[in-house]
């Protein structure tokens, strides 16, 4: 019998821990995806300083360093890094005269983003 209880123990903590990741992840991913969609599109970027559209731009960036260590514990490697580069571009681009660029910047870290919360999603319903 406790074997069982055992064995029914460690079920419900992996359980809960994939839960708990899964809603971390979609959260955290959601959250820096609406903050980049909230970004000034190309045409926009025209009416405001190259400072101000960086600092928003490394706030963002900020909230990613922060949650990446989190994110990468349960996320392939590769999908993490390639988040880092776009977010990377997309800081260049910001204050770059291309703001077209900035554009496809902003479309490449959400791609980013989405393809973390995807793998994410199948992980949880292959484990559940």
Same mark, same amino acid.
């Given at each position: 019998?406790?074997?069982?209880? %055992?064995?029914?123990? +460690? +079920?419900?903590?992996? &359980?809960?821990? %994939?839960?708990?990741?899964?809603?971390?992840? %979609?959260?955290?991913?959601?959250e820096l995806i609406t903050d980049i969609e909230d970004l000034p599109d190309s045409e926009e970027t025209e009416? +405001?300083?190259?400072?101000?559209?960086?600092?928003?731009? @490394?706030?963002?960036?900020?909230?990613?360093? $922060?949650? $990446?260590?989190?994110?990468?514990?349960?996320?392939?490697?590769?999908?993490? *890094?390639?988040?880092?580069?776009?977010? /990377?571009?997309?800081?260049?681009? *910001? &204050?770059? /005269? @291309?703001?077209? /660029?900035? @554009?496809?910047?902003?479309?490449?870290? &959400?791609?980013?983003?989405?393809? +973390? *919360?995807?793998?994410?999603?199948?992980?949880?319903?292959?484990?559940?």
């Amino acid at each position: 019998m406790k074997t069982f209880i %055992t064995a029914c123990t +460690i +079920i419900a903590v992996i &359980i809960a821990v %994939t839960v708990l990741d899964t809603v971390f992840v %979609t959260k955290t991913t959601n959250e820096l995806i609406t903050d980049i969609e909230d970004l000034p599109d190309s045409e926009e970027t025209e009416n +405001i300083s190259d400072q101000k559209l960086q600092a928003q731009v @490394e706030k963002i960036q900020a909230m990613w360093n $922060k949650k $990446k260590k989190i994110v990468a514990l349960t996320v392939n490697h590769s999908y993490v *890094a390639a988040t880092d580069l776009a977010f /990377d571009n997309l800081s260049g681009f *910001a &204050i770059s /005269d @291309e703001k077209a /660029d900035f @554009e496809t910047a902003k479309r490449a870290a &959400i791609l980013a983003l989405q393809n +973390i *919360a995807q793998l994410e999603g199948k992980s949880f319903d292959t484990i559940i």
